[in-house]
């Protein structure tokens, strides 16, 4: 089943057409990894592909939903080293990497055709 945090969320919302529509399922426990389509109004100032605060959007939701569904971020660093295509899926991966009390350290990449395009490290407050 997917998770989702609420159905008009921008990222993972089934029902915000606007947004991404992210679909992530539960691969291990504090693991997923999902998909996006990158559409036409997802793009940024390098025409045909997507603005990188999309790619940002993508991999702090896909960490955020590893660490819990009520879980925040607080701190991220992204790194872009590669264009999401319109017209292409955008593959996300994120686990979570250490726990202390209410803080979470979580990872994720995003892949477009089995390269990765970009990466994420961030902290999550529960």
Partial sequence: MPLVH???????????LFGLLLEVEETAP????????IKQDHQGADRGNAHEGILGAALIEAMALACGLEARAVGVELSISGAAPVGTFLEVEARVERRDGSLADATATASVNQR?????????RS
């Fill in 6 to 16: 609420h159905e008009l969320c921008f990222a993972c919302g089934r029902t915000n």
């Fill in 116 to 124: 990765v395009v970009a990466t994420a490290r961030g902290r999550f």
């Fill in 30 to 37: 504090g693991a997923l990894a999902g998909r996006c389509f």
